[in-house]
């Protein structure tokens, strides 16, 4: 009877087994269907079943599932996933894993390290063109990127030599230009103190010239000197000066203009010369014999 029932029991749990596996067969059918059918969703949850629910162990599941993740652009599970069988036993996922996380890497613009993951592909699987392909390109850009960086380097490294350059010709320029100007400020300097010598010398020979033209113009009166004979005494001159004082004097009452005094002035002395010459005529006339001198 036990060996009837353990019979049984063996028959049984090989029944189950093959449920299981024709299930998981059919799961995986599926899910790749799926896949190709573009219905990463469904593919995603047939595998996550796989995994979760039937507690199915297999690298190329996780792979398959981590790709669906990558085409519903979930790339923080796609990432997580892939990295959980970079250490397949099974070279071609652990080489298709590498790539796909290469693939990732460059599309964050982090080319040194898709680069590495490219070469890790290629060393699981040497077979991977794909890898290969993707491995070369980016080594060719990063050496393109690195001379332009280089170039670029170069090119600032002149630019700061030439910006360092003119600054220092313009420090140079400025420093001539303050030379100059105090070179300047200190010759006019000496030059107005040379003028202002030649001025002070002048102004003394000038003062000296007017003390003596001062000393010359002196009125007759107010130099104490003695009348000399043939000349006007003192007293005369007074005398004139009251009379042309109260001639203008008199010229101003009547209203007569400089102009016009000098007129009459000039017709007085035309008379008093004319009179002069009738009378040096009269006297130089013959006396008459027959008449008495007296």
């Known amino acids: 009877m036990k060996y009837l029932f353990a019979i049984l029991l063996v028959t049984f749990s090989s029944w189950t087994d093959l449920d299981k596996i024709a299930k998981v067969n059919k799961l995986k059918k599926e899910a790749k269907t799926a896949y190709n059918n573009g219905d990463y969703q469904r593919a995603l949850d047939n595998y996550l079943y796989l995994v979760d629910s039937m507690q199915v162990e297999d690298d190329n599941i996780i792979l398959n599932m981590a790709n669906a993740y990558y085409k519903l652009k979930d790339t923080t599970n796609a990432v997580n996933n892939y990295q959980a069988v970079v250490d397949s036993k099974d070279n071609l996922v652990r080489s298709v894993a590498q790539q796909q996380l290469g693939v990732i890497a460059n599309r964050s613009k982090k080319f040194k390290e898709a680069l590495e993951h490219f070469k890790e592909a290629i060393k699981a699987d040497p077979a991977n063109e794909e890898a290969r392909y993707n491995y070369e390109l980016l080594k060719k850009v990063l050496k393109e ?43 006019q300097k000496d030059e107005e103190k040379e003028g202002k010598g030649d ?29 000399e004979d043939g000349k006007e005494s003192e007293e005369e001159n007074k005398d004139k000066q009251d009379q042309m004082s109260s001639a203008a004097d008199k010229l101003e009452e009547m209203k007569i203009s400089e102009e016009k005094a000098k007129m009459i002035l000039e017709a007085l002395k035309n008379k008093e010369i004319q009179y002069y010459q009738q009378n040096k005529r009269k006297a130089t006339k013959p006396k008459e014999s027959d008449k008495p001198d007296w």
Do not use: L, T, V
């Open 199 to 227: 001025e002070k010398e002048e102004q003394e020979q000038q003062d000296k010239k007017d003390g003596e033209k001062k000393e010359d113009g002196k009125p007759k009166e107010e130099q104490k000197q003695k009348p």
């Open 145 to 187: 990127q690195e001379e332009q960086n280089k170039d670029q380097q170069n090119k600032d490294e002149k630019d700061q030599q030439k910006q360092d350059q003119k600054k220092d010709q313009q420090k140079q320029d400025q420093q001539k230009q303050g030379d100059q100007e105090k070179k300047d400020q200190e010759q």
